[in-house]
Structures are given as structure tokens and as C-alpha cells.
């Protein structure tokens, strides 16, 4: 029993110490979007409406690259793990050039898309503040795609604080050109929220430039960098990157894309609504990113001894993972239910629409903890290479159980905004419990093999 705790909390504070940087990183890209949405609600709920549109489609395109720059923190870590470094600068090669194509493919879908926003059923005037927007930050998509590829590159090779350090710096620069750029300080025209989309691309920009240059040039990547970018990409190695993307990145936009259905759906019921649901989804992202650095931790690690043929520790890395996330999760979800109303109002000054996201904020916080085991879970079943059963149980957790479940409670049980929420929370209860299941079931059976 002793050695078992002991085994416990050595596990434990392994993966928290690598989570700690990544957790920092992923919560820096949501302060992004927490910035914006707090800066532009100042400016009107209608801005604020219209951003939270432009959010849905932006997230969704997001989650679909990044899904093609998750099998790099794969396989370098599984590289690393074995001590193959050539292998893992081959995978950083092949990995910035798909990160390069995808980008530059999701910037044009977005730009298509911003001529049909009309057809989505949301109120005109929201319509027309959206557009510009979209375009704008549309196009930031294609260096956050090279920065998430340098990122999870850097993380599979225990090297997490440099993105970490450049991520929070672009935070801070993101900030200041908000309050320039929305507002009209320092001599610029008071822009709004098309304000807000030149400074998220500003700083995107700079930021990969930054962290492209201290991976090519530091020296403790050096002895992982390829020494030839200009050979001919390996047709084998792209299939393989691409076999484990696709299914990931159809499973993070199963689960995105129903949330950003729900959002839709609080669009038909009013642009308020819509308002309520933004303020709401921003704090509940924000608190699962600290789950979501802890389950790219737990991904590394998990890959790094299935390289070192450990598979022994397996069990306890993911289990012990998942036992942190239950803590941290469980710690947000007091403070969401506690004091809801006061943060609600820290975004917007409208008692209605404070008080609409208070409420989904109460639905927000029970939903944390099956939130931060689902995708720690899913952070378990990446590391061992397990993508496509996966992406079968988000499909059916989310779009065959949790959106008809919503439309039936938010519309005909008259439940609205509540309601939808109270079956997103359904979902991610069922794809948290098949997740741990199916990680207990492969762990049981690894070692045999």
C-alpha cells in the first residue's frame, strides 16, 4: 500500500511539474479571447453578441488544425522516449509543413464563410459586426497553427516553459493593442471589436516569429533540429502524421463543434442570450485549459515511457492524472457556483444579461469536473497512439445524445438558455466515463503484449 502511494505522488508531481508550463500556455491563448470578449463588452452588448459568433466559427476552424498538430507531441515524444532525436527532428520538419498547409487552408474556409454568416439564423446587426472580424482573425489562424506545431514540439521534448513564457507575453501585448485599437488611445481611431481582431493578429504574428527563431537557434534544440529543411518530405511520414490527425481532429471538433451549436442555439433565442452564453463559455474555457495543459502533460508522458517500453507505469500516470484534474476541476466549479453573479458581472453592465450568465455559470460549474476527466482521458488514450474509438464515443456523446437533448429541453420543455447547457454537461459526463473505462481497458492488456 505504501509503495503504491509513494508510486502515487511521484507520478503525480511529475506530470504537475511538466502540466505547470502548459497549463500557463493553454490558459494564455483563452486570456486571448477572455480579453476580447471583456474589452469589447464595454463597448456594447451587441459587439459582444457579435464576437461571440465570430468566436464559434473561429473555434471550430482552430480546433480542426489543431487537431493536425497534436501527432507531433505523439510521435516526438515517443521518439524522445527512446532517445531517436533525428526521428524527432524529422517529425518537427514534416509537422511545420502541414501546420503551414492547414492554416493557410482553415484562413480561406473562414474568409468563405464570413459571405454566408447571414444564413445562420442570427440577428442582422450582429451579422454585420461579425464579418470583419472573422476575416480579420481568420487569417491569425495560420500562425497559431505554426506556433501550436513549435509548441507541442517543444513540450514532447520536456522543454515546455519557452512557449509557455512567449504565449503569456503575447497576452500582455494583445491587451495593451486592445486598449489602443478598441478604444481610440494613444492617437488610433476607436475601432471596436474589428479593433480587437487587428490586435489578436498582431500578436499572433509576432509571437510565432519569436518562437520560431528560439526553436532554430537554441541550443538545446540543436541536437533535434534536421539539418536539411530543403530534402523532399517523406510521403510514408506525412500518411502517418495524417492517419493520426484526421481522427483527432474530428474528435476535438465533435465535442467544439456541439458546444458551438449550443451557441447557435442560444443566438435563436436572443441576441442577450447569445451575450450570456459568451460571457459563460469564456470562464468555462479559461478553467478547463488548466485541465487541457494538464492532459497534454499527461499525453507526453504517457508517450514518452510507451518509447521507453514502460508500460508498467502506464495505469498510474493516467490515473494519478486524472485524480489532479478531479481536484483543480472541483476547486473551479466551487468558485463558478459561489460566485457566479460576481463574475458574470465583471464582463458586462446588464443586469439581465449578468444575471442570465450567472445562471449558466451555476450548470458551468457542475460540468467542470466530467469536463477536466474527459479530456485528460482523451490526453491518456492520445499518448497511446488510440484515435479513431475515440472519436466514435464523442460523436455519439455529443451529437447523438447531448444537442437533440438540448434542443428538446431549450425549446420544446421551454428551458432555454439552461437547458441547453444542462445537456452539454450530459455529454461530457458520457464521454468521461467511456474515456476512463477505455484507458483502464488497454492499460489492463499492454503489458501482456
Known sequence: MKKSLRHFFQESRLTFWLALPMMAGQVSQMLMNVADTVMVGRVG????????????????????????????SILASQAFGKGAREEAGQILRHGISIAAMIGLAVAISVTVISFFLGHFGQDPEVVR?????????????????????LKQFSEALHRPWLPMSIMLSAVGLNVFLNWVLIYGNLGAPALGLIGAGWATLTARLLSVTVLLACVLRGSSYRPFIPRNWLVRLEKVRLV???????????????????????????????????????????????????????????????????????????????????????????????????????????????????????????????FQIFDGLQVIAGGCLNGLSDVRVPTLAAFVAYWVIALPLAYYLGFVRGW??????????????????????????????VPSQ
Not at 428 to 440: E, I, K, N, S
Open 240 to 366: 502517418t502524421m495524417a492517419k493520426l490527425g484526421m481522427p483527432l481532429s474530428l474528435t476535438l471538433l465533435l465535442e467544439v463543434g456541439a458546444f458551438g451549436t449550443a451557441a447557435l442555439m442560444m443566438g435563436w433565442i436572443s441576441a442577450k442570450t447569445l451575450a450570456a452564453h459568451q460571457i459563460a463559455i469564456n470562464c468555462a474555457a479559461t478553467t478547463f485549459m488548466f485541465a487541457l495543459g494538464m492532459s497534454f502533460a499527461v499525453r507526453i508522458r504517457i508517450g514518452h515511457a510507451v518509447g521507453a517500453r514502460q508500460f508498467d507505469r502506464l495505469p498510474m500516470i493516467g490515473f494519478s492524472a486524472m485524480t489532479m484534474a478531479t481536484v483543480v476541476m472541483g476547486a473551479f466549479a466551487l468558485l463558478m457556483l459561489l460566485f457566479g453573479h460576481v463574475i458574470a458581472s465583471w464582463f458586462v453592465k446588464e443586469q439581465d444579461v449578468v444575471l442570465m450568465a450567472a445562471a449558466l455559470l451555476s450548470i458551468a460549474g457542475v
Open 129 to 149: 459586426g461579425a464579418v470583419p472580424y472573422l476575416r480579420i482573425v481568420g487569417w491569425s489562424l495560420v500562425a497559431a497553427m505554426i506556433e501550436q506545431c
Open 45 to 72: 452588448v451587441v459587439p459582444l453578441a457579435a464576437a461571440s459568433f465570430a468566436s464559434v466559427i473561429l473555434t471550430v476552424f482552430f480546433i480542426i488544425g489543431l487537431g493536425f498538430q497534436i501527432p507531433v
Open 416 to 445: 432555454a438558455g439552461p437547458g441547453i447547457w444542462t445537456a452539454l454537461a450530459v455529454g461530457l459526463a458520457l464521454a468521461a466515463v467511456f474515456g476512463m473505462a477505455r484507458f483502464w481497458f488497454l492499460t489492463r492488456r
